[in-house]
Structure formats: structure tokens, C-alpha cells
């Protein structure tokens, strides 16, 4: 009876940790796929599904490096394991959508994605979530595209 | 035993169906069946849901104004306003010292009473609270975005500022009446000279409709009565003010006998706009006042004072039609305008009835010059000309009313211990439920507006006895929750609070929750002392000054291995917190540091200061639990004796923090 009426009331409620109960039963089998795919092809989990790349523009990536300095830079070096991982040649190990996706959703992220869930059992910090914008977050990425550029 | 068990299982499954759904209407559906009777039910609030109403209840003594949510009465958070917290550094940091300075210096306590909600048109809107420091006359000015005290005003002329903290219709004026008359300006002379030379100041406090920014616009000079409580008019009234008056005897000692010698005291009826208007067209004198005004920004996470050095004056007796005295009374305590503006409920505490004074009928004696006389130039109405009627001995040592949205009164008695229920417009009494006990004031949410809810009615006790497991002599300060939604009161539940709660302003949850300021933007800080990334982390040396610009997130501090400070230094830790999510605070506090720790809001910057006193190596930590490694978010800071030729350094695993 009462188990009834817990479930009745989900169905019609909107609130946010209803809609991850929802995704939850659907992300079970993408997550175990993930196990087995290549990293190039993970997306991860988040709002981001697909991202174009062009050509390195330079003025997106130097306003991405300012971003980055003020929000991510306390716990990522670009050449240095710090409390997260060194994010050279991260845009060779990872897709753009996933470091989107990572930056944007960590917490979800952390908790359902494989690979973000092996980044946090080696690290143990987990990753904040900064409330980056998906244009800070893009500029970002460009930011990391054009350090692994100069290699 | 079954029948009991099946019992016990529809209660669960009523109580589930009456808590998931945030539409009241499920929860009506369940009051009016079997279960009408079940106070526990009407005030739960499952895990996870939010309460229906915030209620702002003052902290009396303590100086603070505390959250609650109604129905459930669960304590949200305290805001410091008049009174040093070291729990969230206010008053110990270098940010928010300045807002407990007064023309007297340093005052880190006061006596908060009475808080309103900002209105709009004539209800509440939901931007700020105010409340009044009794002692050394203040007036408060809270965010509801952010729960902080942003502004405190000191009152010249003033003392124990108690008819305050009220709002006009639109939040044009706060105002704030003096309890205590006093020499104007202050000076030396004898107290036995206290009749006819002390006076009592009545200040307009204007409110600037975009930031809130107080200024005292005009301060009306008024005979050396005791000015007790006020409200504005509201509709048909808005334009006036009523303050309620005692000791019109002007007796300067053993008032408890010699101020309740009259049988009348006034409500004073002041018409504000017309005073404005004087005022505006140059009307009234400068005087000499030192007092200050505090302002707190968000932008600089710092408050700054200033102290203020003159004040204008208004004589009462050069606006002519500007200020009335109605007869009422008994040493009128409570001074209440119900929500059409009509009817000003005047309760004499030494009276065995209430007074309720018709606007419409003061209007018309004033037209008609009915004047029973005058004081120190003011007209007298006669009381006969002004009253609406009269509630006939509703119980003992009335102080308070408040209003429903259904044209009912609830009026507190003080003696008699309750809260007795009547209709305006018939004067007769309908219902009376006992409180615990010795009742002070009420609220209802929106009961001090034009569109007060009929739902919920707080009570405020002054005295707990028997009520509560005892604790030693001081017991705890009590409020109590009541139905009034049926014809009937209903006592819901008894709650402890914090300090004396004596008074509440309520209001709808969603009239503020959305709005809840989240976090602070670091792009947006502009601290003096700001570190916005790890990278403009440092230490200076200025002389025997060292500033350290610090950085924190989850889970260390930046620099956290600190050299080649010394005894006798200065240490200023300017900590700013990097976070950007919801929720994410940190804190920090020193070993030896003479003040409180901090707690640092996501994108804050606060300062504490730390004069180390003896050679070593001293830690530092995160003292508010921020992560699964909160334990190791610690530091240290070498201190060499002075003179000595260590030279500052600052890391953070072994390399400069402002390395590229
Ligand atoms: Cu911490």
C-alpha cells in the first residue's frame, strides 16, 4: 500500500533525482558496453552528444585558459598529476564530447561512466562540479586541443 | 490487535499520499476526513519536502533573526544581524566588523524585535527583511537572496528604538519610533527635569526601491512620551502611521505606578506623506547627529561604515494637519491596522476591553475640527468621535493583533495566557485557545499585509515552565504553531527557539525560494584581497604587515606550507573559495588566532587576522566538513623569531603557487 503510493507519486513529480532514477534503469546497458569500447568512441554522460571540430582557434583557446585558470586549475596542471590527472594529450585519450560532458556533469559522470569511475577510484578527489557553461566548457576543450597541438 | 495494525497501515498510507504531492489540495482532502483531529499529521513534513511557509522569528536578546519553516517548525539557519556569531564569523572577520560599528564604536550585541517583509501594493514581496536593535537604536536591512544582514543603520535622537521595524505599503519608509524620550540633542541635565524638556523622536527611514540603501529622511520631534509600537495604514489609510503611546504622565521614575495614572493614553496618527511633502518643499532643520550607516556589498564581500553627522528635524506643531492624538485607553502596548486599512486595534494593557479606532470616523472629526484639546500643540480627538467599537472583556492584559484572510482578529493576552479569536466589524469574540505560556506577540504569514493567509497562526511565549525536559534554571524560549483555518483554533505543536522569539514576520515559501541565491560568481568578486585562482595565490610583506592571499577548494589550501613570517608580525589571512557548485563552503581556522574561524561561501572572500606570538611551525585546517579528504585539508606556517633572515615563501607541493 504505501510502497504503491511512493511509486504513484514518482510518476507524476518532476523533481531532478526523479529523473535520474529514470536514466538510471537506462543507462545500465550503455554503461557495461563502455567496459569494452574504445575510449575515442565513449561520449560519456551529460548534455553535450555531439561536438564539430574545425581548425584550433587560437582566441577561443586563450580565452579557454583563462576559464581554466580560475576554475579548474586548482586541482588540473596541463604537464603535472595534481589532485586530478595531467590533461596533456587528453584530446588523444579522450572524446570531445566526454571532456565536455566531465567538465559539465562531473558528478553523474563519476558515478555511471566507467571511465570516469576508474579516474576517481585511482585520484579519489572527486571531480567538482564548477558550473561551467557549454561555451566556457567548448573553449576549454579548445584550450586543451590547442596545448596538444604544440606537442 | 489486527484491527489496530490495519489502523496504523492506512495512517502510513495517508500520511505518504498527503506528503508527495506538493499541491495543497490533497493535504485539504485528508483534514476534512476521519483524520481532522491529528495534529501530528498537519505539521509533518516528510524527508525531502519543503515546508509551506518561511517565518522569520526574531531572536530577541540574542540579536539574531532566525528561519523556520511552517508547518514543520524545523530550524533552517540563524542570521547574525545585531550580534557577533562566531559560527559564521559575523562580527570576527575584518569583512563584517564594520557593520556592528555605531557612534559609540564596537557594539557587538543587541536586542532584535520586530521583523516585517518588504511590500509591494500592500503585500509582501518577498526582497528583504528589516528588524530593529532596541538598545543602541539600529535598524537592520537582511537579503532574502542571500539570508545576510546587508545594512544596518544607527538611529540619532533614539533610545529603546522600539516601535520599529515597520514597512509602508510599498516600502517607501522604515520606520522607527523611540521607546525611551531623551534630551534632543543629548545633554547634561536633571532627570527630575524630565517633563516637558525630553522628547521622543519618530524616524522615516526612506528605502531605495533598487538596492534597498537606507537614509533617515526625517526624524518628527514629538512630546517626551513612551512611543511603544506602530504600523502603517495600508489602502483607504496608506499616507499614515500609528504609534501607541504610554506615559503621557512624562514620569521619570517608578513608571510602573506613575505612567499608569491617565486613564487615556494616545495612538498617535501621523500622516507621513504630508510631512514628506514638507519636507521635500524644504521644510524642517538640520541638526547635529553622529550615528552610522553600515552597508555591506556582495560584490566586495566588505562592509564599509560611515559615519553619518546630521539629521533633519521636524517640529510636529509647524505641519499643521499633520499629526493627531487618539484617546485609548490604558497604556495602549499593540498597535494594529487590519488589512483594509480601516480599523487600528489599540491594546491597552491595563484594559479590560479593546479599542478599535475607525480611519473613515478619524478623518471625519478631523474635518469637522472635533478637538477635545490639545498637547504640546497637537489636537486631541475625542474619543467618542474616533471609535469603531469595542471588544468587551476579552481576557486579561491584551498586547497584539494580527488578522486572517476571512476578517477575523487574533488578539494575544498577556495574563491570561491565550490568544482569543474575534470579528471585526461585530466585535464579538469566537473562539480562545490558551497558549504556554504568558503570550507576547503573534504572527500570521502576510498578517501584517493587505493579503494576509488564513492558515497558520504563530504564538510567542515569553515563559516555558513544565514544557520542555528541563535544563538547568535558564529554560528554553518557546513559540507555538496553531490551525486556524477552521472556525475552530487548533494548537499544533509547541517549539523551542532561539534566544526570546519576540516577534515573527511569515510568508509563503514561494515568494523566496527560487530566489535563494545559490553562489557567489568569482568573476563577479571584487574583494581588495581577492585570490580568483590559484595562481594569484601570495604572500606580501608590508613592514610587520603580511597579507596572505589564500585560495580553497575541495580538498586543499593554496599556498598550504606558508615561510619566513615572524613574531610580532600582523597576519592577515585573506581566504577566497574557489568553488562554483551549491553548497560547497569551506572554512578555516588558525591555531592561537584570537577571533573565530571562518566560513567561506563558494566565490567569497573573507579575512581573519593572526599575531603570532612564539617561534614554530603552526598549523591551519578546513573546518567545515567539505569532502571525503576534509582531513587533510590543513597547512602550515613557519614563524621565525623577528629580525629573522628567512624569507618569505609560499607552496603548494613544493612549487610557488603563483608558478605559471
Ligand atoms: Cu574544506
Redesign the pocket.
Known amino acids: 500500500m504505501a510502497i504503491f503510493a511512493i511509486y504513484s507519486c514518482s510518476s507524476d513529480s518532476s523533481s531532478n533525482s526523479e529523473n535520474v532514477e529514470v536514466e538510471r534503469v537506462e543507462s545500465t546497458p550503455a554503461e557495461e558496453t563502455t567496459a569494452e569500447v574504445d575510449p575515442m568512441q565513449d561520449k560519456g554522460i551529460g548534455p553535450i552528444s555531439s561536438v564539430e571540430l574545425g581548425e584550433i582557434d587560437e582566441t577561443m583557446a586563450a580565452e579557454g585558459k583563462e576559464t581554466f585558470k580560475t576554475l579548474c586549475s586548482a586541482c588540473h596542471k596541463i604537464e603535472k598529476r595534481f589532485v586530478g590527472p595531467a590533461l596533456l594529450g587528453v584530446t588523444e585519450r579522450r572524446t570531445p564530447e566526454w571532456i565536455m560532458n566531465m567538465i559539465m556533469n562531473p558528478e553523474e559522470m563519476v558515478e555511471k561512466n566507467k571511465l570516469a569511475k576508474d579516474l576517481l577510484a585511482e585520484y579519489l578527489s572527486p571531480m567538482a562540479n564548477q558550473n561551467v557553461s557549454e561555451e566556457d566548457a567548448r573553449k576549454i576543450l579548445e584550450y586543451f586541443r590547442s596545448e596538444d597541438n604544440k606537442q | 490487535m489486527k484491527t489496530i495494525k490495519n489502523i496504523i497501515y492506512t495512517l502510513v498510507a495517508v500520511l505518504v499520499l498527503a506528503s508527495c504531492g506538493n499541491t495543497s489540495s490533497k493535504k485539504k482532502d485528508s483534514k476534512s476526513g476521519a483524520l481532522s483531529g491529528n495534529a501530528a499529521e498537519k505539521v509533518y513534513v516528510a524527508p525531502g519536502e519543503h515546508d509551506e511557509y518561511y517565518a522569520f522569528v526574531s531572536g530577541g536578546f540574542s540579536g539574531q533573526l532566525a528561519v523556520y519553516g511552517l508547518p514543520s517548525a524545523r530550524l533552517f539557519k540563524v542570521i547574525p544581524v545585531f550580534s557577533v556569531d562566531a559560527e559564521k564569523a559575523y562580527g570576527f572577520n575584518e569583512e563584517t566588523k564594520p557593520m556592528l560599528n555605531t557612534s559609540y564604536g564596537f557594539v557587538p550585541w543587541d536586542d532584535s524585535h520586530h521583523p516585517d517583509i518588504s511590500q509591494t501594493n500592500g503585500e509582501l514581496d518577498g526582497r528583504w527583511v528589516f528588524i530593529n536593535g532596541n538598545n543602541t537604536p539600529r535598524i537592520a536591512r537582511i537579503s532574502l537572496s542571500t539570508f545576510e544582514t546587508e545594512e544596518i543603520i544607527e538611529v540619532p535622537n533614539s533610545a529603546g528604538n522600539h516601535s520599529s521595524s515597520f514597512v509602508t505599503e510599498n516600502t517607501e519608509y522604515v520606520v522607527a519610533g523611540t521607546r525611551f524620550s531623551v534630551p534632543i540633542p543629548q545633554k547634561d541635565m536633571p532627570i527630575s527635569e524630565y517633563k516637558s524638556n525630553f522628547k521622543g523622536a519618530l524616524s522615516f527611514i526612506s528605502v531605495d526601491q533598487e538596492t534597498g540603501h537606507m537614509g533617515i529622511k526625517f526624524q518628527l520631534i514629538m512630546p517626551g512620551f513612551d512611543y511603544d509600537l506602530s504600523h502603517p495604514g495600508r489602502g483607504k489609510s496608506h499616507g499614515w502611521f500609528f504609534f501607541t503611546t504610554y506615559n503621557t504622565e512624562e514620569a521619570n521614575s517608578l513608571l510602573e505606578v506613575n505612567a499608569s495614572q491617565n486613564d487615556k493614553d494616545y495612538i498617535a496618527a501621523v500622516n507621513w506623506k504630508k510631512i514628506e511633502e514638507y519636507v521635500n518643499n524644504g521644510g524642517g532643520k538640520k541638526m547635529p547627529a553622529k550615528y552610522a550607516h553600515n552597508v555591506y556589498s556582495d560584490e566586495t564581500h566588505t562592509a564599509t561604515s560611515t559615519m553619518m553627522n546630521e539629521v533633519l528635524v521636524v517640529d510636529p506643531t509647524e505641519v499643521p494637519g499633520a499629526v493627531y492624538f487618539l484617546p485609548t485607553p490604558k497604556s495602549p502596548h499593540g498597535c494594529d491596522v487590519d488589512p483594509s486599512g480601516e480599523y487600528i486595534v489599540g491594546n491597552g494593557k491595563l484594559s479590560a476591553d479593546l479599542t478599535v479606532h475607525s480611519f473613515t470616523r478619524m478623518q471625519e472629526a478631523i474635518e469637522g475640527k472635533k478637538f477635545a484639546g490639545e498637547a504640546y500643540g497637537i489636537p486631541i480627538l475625542n474619543y467618542e468621535d474616533v471609535v469603531a467599537g469595542v471588544v468587551k472583556q476579552p481576557g486579561l492584559g491584551p498586547l497584539h493583533t494580527e488578522f486572517d484572510d476571512k476578517g477575523n482578529a487574533y488578539t494575544t493576552f498577556f495574563i491570561s495566557s491565550e490568544v482569543v479569536k474575534w470579528k471585526l466589524g461585530t466585535w464579538e469574540v469566537i473562539d480562545r485557545k490558551p497558549t504556554y505560556y504568558s503570550v507576547g506577540h503573534l504572527m500570521i504569514p502576510g498578517g501584517n499585509s493587505r493579503k494576509p493567509t488564513g492558515k497558520y497562526l504563530v504564538a510567542m511565549n515569553k515563559i516555558t515552565k513544565d514544557r520542555y525536559l528541563p535544563t538547568g534554571p535558564e529554560l528554553t524560549q518557546s513559540a507555538q504553531l496553531y490551525d486556524i483555518s477552521g472556525d475552530k483554533m487548533e494548537l499544533l505543536s509547541d517549539f523551542p527557539t532561539v534566544g526570546e522569539p519576540h516577534y515573527a514576520a511569515g510568508c509563503p515559501a514561494d515568494l523566496i525560494k527560487d530566489r535563494s541565491a545559490k553562489i557567489f560568481k568569482l568573476d563577479e568578486n571584487k574583494h581588495k584581497y581577492a585570490a580568483t585562482s590559484e595562481s594569484e595565490a601570495k604572500v606580501v610583506r608590508e613592514g610587520n604587515v603580511v597579507h596572505i592571499y589564500m585560495t ?1 577548494i ?2 586543499h589550501f593554496a599556498p598550504d606550507n606558508i615561510e619566513g613570517v615572524q613574531v610580532g608580525d600582523k597576519v592577515y589571512f585573506h581566504v577566497t573559495n574557489l568553488e562554483q557548485d551549491f553548497d560547497v563552503p ?2 578555516i581556522s588558525m591555531i592561537g588566532a584570537n577571533t573565530s574561524e571562518l566560513l567561506i561561501m563558494p566565490g567569497q572572500t573573507e579575512t581573519f587576522v593572526w599575531e603570532p606570538k612564539q617561534e614554530g611551525v603552526w598549523p591551519f585546517y ?1 573546518t ?1 566538513f ?2 571525503a579528504l ?1 582531513q587533510e ?1 590543513q597547512g602550515y606556517v613557519r614563524v621565525s623569531a623577528k629580525g629573522s633572515s628567512v624569507p618569505i615563501s609560499y607552496t603548494l607541493d613544493g612549487d610557488p603557487t603563483d608558478a605559471e
Open positions: 580553497m575541495r580538498s569551506h572554512g578546513c567545515d567539505c569532502s576534509h585539508m
